[in-house]
Structure formats: structure tokens, C-alpha cells
């Protein structure tokens, strides 16, 4: 092995079959920590960016998006592009308006945390175009005391340890993580319940994130 102050990895595993590539994603991390080296590793695959990565830099069409660490990148999206980019599967975007304390759709009514809320009165984004994201883990497959909707399923994967249900939500279609305890099935009918105070919100026509 040379040794270098910089290494460059240009997609060095994208001809792999996938069980490879999870098993040199991890080789490739022990090599970084034996070396403690810089490694620049330009992929576009996402789950190698988020398990690999101490920084990402996220870019589209030549100009940086952002630039974090991988939780930072998943957590606190800077722009539209970045939110539905990271994360598999990608984050659910519903476009809508504040009317008091409530996100809205023609059939969607949403309660915002004040905390949330206060940031967008501070954005000037009240009555405005805006897009709300949010995460297929925060979305539930039960009933809470609010912000509850009625969801039919119209794709459900089991993928082991959990579900990825694709479902239609007042002309969303919207996908919600889910444990395998229960069980789902295309055609049936559930509640779900989103957690707002993990919800994320974008300027409608810049696409960048209210914060």
C-alpha cells in the first residue's frame, strides 16, 4: 500500500453485486482507520455516502448543495434536492399552505408544533406556497390524538424486519416505514399518524429549507 496524504476513490465498487459491496464498504472504512488518512470517495450512491462518510459533500449539476456531516445531511436538509436524495426509501414531499397553526391541502389538515411554526411566521411564510417533507419512519401506522389521516395501502413490501407501504393519502401518495409485527396488505385500509415535530419545511419555489 502506498503511502499517500490523500487517497481518491472515483465509484470503485459500482460493479459489484450488492452482497460485495456491503462487505467492501466495510473493508474500505477499517482501511481508512488503520491509514487515518484523507479518503475522497465520490459515489452516487447514497447508502454508501451516509455509512462511509465522516463529511459529505452533496452536489447536483456541478454546485455544491451541502455540505455535513452524514446524521447533519440526513437530519437538517438544506434544500429539497438534498432531502429526497438522502435517505431510502427517499422523503415524502406534500405541497400546501399555513392557515393558523395548521399545515393544509385540499384534503389534508395538519397541526404544526409551535416551535415549527413560529420559524415559518419568522420566514414570512404564512399563506405562502410551501412544501411540507417528512420521512416514511415518521409516519405511523396508528392512532394518535391528532394528525391522524386514513391511508389506503396500495403496495406493501416486507423486507424482514419491517414494511415499506405505499399509500394513497388524500391524493398523496405517500410511503410509511413500518415494523413487521403486524401485518399489511394491498387494498386495506389504515390510519397513520405523522410526527410533526419531525417534519421538514421548503420554500415552494426556491426549494430551500425554512429553518
Known amino acids: 500500500m502506498r503511502e499517500a496524504g490523500v487517497f481518491l476513490m472515483d465509484e470503485p465498487l459500482s460493479n459489484l453485486d450488492a452482497k460485495l459491496r456491503v462487505q467492501m464498504r466495510a473493508e474500505i472504512s477499517k482501511l481508512h482507520q488503520k491509514l487515518n488518512t484523507t479518503m475522497i470517495y ?12 465522516t463529511r459529505i459533500v452533496i452536489m447536483k449539476d456541478g454546485i455544491v448543495q451541502q455540505v455535513g456531516a452524514p446524521k447533519t445531511v440526513y437530519n437538517q436538509p ?12 427517499a422523503m415524502n414531499f406534500i405541497r400546501g399552505t399555513i392557515d393558523g397553526d395548521k399545515f393544509v391541502t385540499e384534503t389534508l389538515k395538519l397541526t404544526i408544533p409551535e416551535e415549527k411554526l413560529a420559524v415559518l411566521k419568522t420566514q414570512g411564510s404564512l399563506h405562502k406556497p410551501i412544501v411540507m417533507g417528512i420521512r416514511p419512519e415518521d409516519i405511523h401506522p396508528d392512532a ?13 413490501e416486507l423486507t424482514g424486519a419491517e414494511f415499506m407501504l405505499y399509500t394513497t393519502v388524500g391524493g398523496h401518495e405517500l410511503v410509511v ?35
Open 78 to 89: 438544506a434544500n429539497m434536492f438534498v432531502a429526497g436524495f438522502i435517505g431510502s426509501p
Open 177 to 211: 416505514r413500518a415494523g413487521a409485527l403486524n401485518d399489511y396488505h394491498a387494498g386495506e385500509n389504515i390510519t397513520i399518524h405523522f410526527d410533526m415535530t419531525k417534519c421538514h419545511f421548503f420554500d415552494a419555489e426556491t426549494e430551500i429549507a425554512l429553518r
Open 42 to 53: 465520490v459515489t452516487h450512491d447514497q447508502t454508501e455516502a451516509m455509512t462511509m462518510a
Open 144 to 156: 394518535q390524538e391528532e394528525n391522524n389521516i386514513s391511508a389506503k395501502i396500495s403496495v406493501a
